[in-house]
């Protein structure tokens, strides 16, 4: 919604500027109608992200809110969302008719990307998702503070104790209906040329202590975004929700179990579909 205001705003305030300048040829008006059109628009993107900043600021980190649904939550979709239509991204999500409707999930999902929670955000936000997120995502200056606002909790991979803490918590609030949350087993970025690196087992003792859905997804191409961001080649992500284990199987079934289960289906997707740019646009 935002990158259409603000593009509108600057195609009017070109032309008026054009208008009102003493500029003779159509090439000579055209580029100056360009060059001001472009001008502008970055002041208003450099405003809306300046704007982020100040209202970040304005929430206390140490407290989570009250909910998830609040002012932070759309202030920051709204200037993430912005910030990928100026970088010709392009998010396609598969199979969200195996979303849970009415019921509290964990979602699992392999990690090639930093980008890769803004998706699950942004483009899932009707299902109510929060992730568990490293330690160190919390300490990034602004962003810290709309994590902590959107309902995330931290991980601290170093500290079991923490860890299990933050892994009680993240269930807690999924039984309270606070929020579903996305996890990554795979515990880091994988930067490697292996469809997965191996699961974290804990991760899905998330859904065992809430007694909910586990939801299996794979990501391809987030990890596309830095190498080509600046491109006018649009940038095709695809999130696939492949299943969708039902709460009493999880019950039933043990912690590696799990872990094993979404590791098979996940590896297997992602091996007969791997991450291809060119196929991935025309598919998309």
């Not at 009017?12 to 001001?36: E, P, Q």
């Not at 191996?198 to 859905?213: M, S, V, Y």
């Amino acid at each position: 919604m935002l990158f259409w205001i603000y593009l509108t705003l600057s195609l009017a305030g070109s032309g008026w500027i054009v208008y009102c300048s003493d500029v003779t040829g159509f090439f000579a008006g055209a580029g100056l109608f360009l060059l001001y059109t472009l001008l502008l628009f970055l002041a208003f993107f450099v405003l809306q992200v300046i704007a982020f900043a100040i209202v970040s600021l304005t929430f206390n980190a140490d407290r989570p809110p009250a909910t998830i649904h609040n002012f932070y939550r759309w202030m920051g979709f709204e200037t993430t969302r912005l910030f990928t239509q100026i970088l010709h991204i392009r998010v396609h999500i598969h199979g969200r008719e195996r979303m849970p409707a009415d019921e509290p999930y964990l979602m699992v999902c392999n990690h090639r990307s930093i980008f890769d929670p803004i998706v699950g955000l942004i483009w899932l936000k009707e299902y109510d998702l929060a992730y568990v997120s490293k330690q160190e995502n919390y300490k990034i200056p602004f962003v810290g503070r709309y994590i902590v606002a959107i309902g995330c909790i931290p991980l601290d991979r170093e500290n079991a104790k923490n860890a299990v803490r933050s892994i009680k918590q993240a269930a807690e609030n999924i039984k309270t209906g606070y929020a579903n949350y996305g996890i990554y087993p795979e515990g880091w970025e994988n930067k490697t040329h292996d469809p997965l690196l191996p699961f974290r087992d804990g991760a899905f003792k998330i859904a065992k202590t809430a007694g909910c859905r586990v939801v299996i997804s794979a990501i391809r191409n987030s990890d596309h975004i830095f190498r080509r961001a600046f491109t006018f080649r649009p940038i095709h992500i695809h999130m696939d929700i492949l299943d969708s284990i039902p709460a009493e199987v999880v019950k039933a079934e043990k912690t590696k179990e799990l872990s094993d289960r979404a590791f098979r289906i996940m590896g297997d997707f992602l091996t007969e579909h791997p991450a291809d740019d060119w196929k991935l646009g025309r598919k998309g």
